[in-house]
């Protein structure tokens, strides 16, 4: 969209959004979308709510790195790694995040988007 939006467009001719065009990820030549990851990492049991971002890497122009908020009483402890193998086997291993931070709470718009942009600086 002229907006910067982009989205999908299904059979019935109705659009869903999946993310802002600057939000893309750029990685060995990939142009990752941070939804498609959020929503499996949002799947796990552990995990209330991910937020997803590129952070520069001087091979691959930028990595995937996500933020996680957890479920109260879920263990950290092996997490990580457990989340990484979710999204390779369920999306794909090429935008697999290389690292997940956890988080108390991730920047909300008033309409309950993530501010990714606030991520970044992190």
Same mark, same amino acid.
């Given at each position: 969209?002229?907006?910067?939006?982009?989205? &999908?467009?299904? =059979?019935?001719?109705?659009?869903?959004? *999946?993310? !802002?065009?600057?939000? +893309?990820?750029?990685?060995?030549?990939? $142009?990752?979308?941070?939804?498609?990851?959020?929503?499996?990492?949002?799947?796990?049991?552990?995990? &209330?709510?991910? =937020?997803?971002?590129?952070?520069?890497? *001087?091979? !691959?122009?930028?990595? +995937?790195?996500?933020?996680?908020?957890? $479920?109260?009483?879920?263990?950290?402890?092996?997490?990580?790694?457990?989340?990484?193998?979710?999204?390779?086997?369920?999306?794909?291993?090429?935008?697999?995040?290389?690292?997940?931070?956890?988080?108390?709470?991730?920047?909300?718009?008033?309409?309950?988007?993530?501010?990714?942009?606030?991520?970044?600086?992190?």
């Amino acid at each position: 969209m002229r907006t910067g939006d982009l989205g &999908v467009c299904d =059979a019935a001719g109705y659009f869903t959004f *999946a993310s !802002r065009d600057d939000d +893309v990820i750029t990685s060995s030549g990939y $142009r990752i979308g941070p939804s498609e990851i959020e929503n499996c990492l949002g799947g796990h049991p552990d995990v &209330v709510m991910a =937020a997803v971002i590129g952070v520069p890497d *001087a091979l !691959r122009t930028e990595v +995937v790195k996500a933020f996680v908020v957890l $479920r109260d009483g879920a263990d950290w402890h092996g997490l990580e790694a457990a989340l990484i193998a979710r999204v390779r086997e369920k999306v794909s291993p090429h935008v697999a995040p290389r690292m997940i931070e956890r988080a108390e709470s991730l920047p909300m718009t008033a309409t309950g988007k993530i501010i990714r942009r606030e991520l970044r600086g992190k």
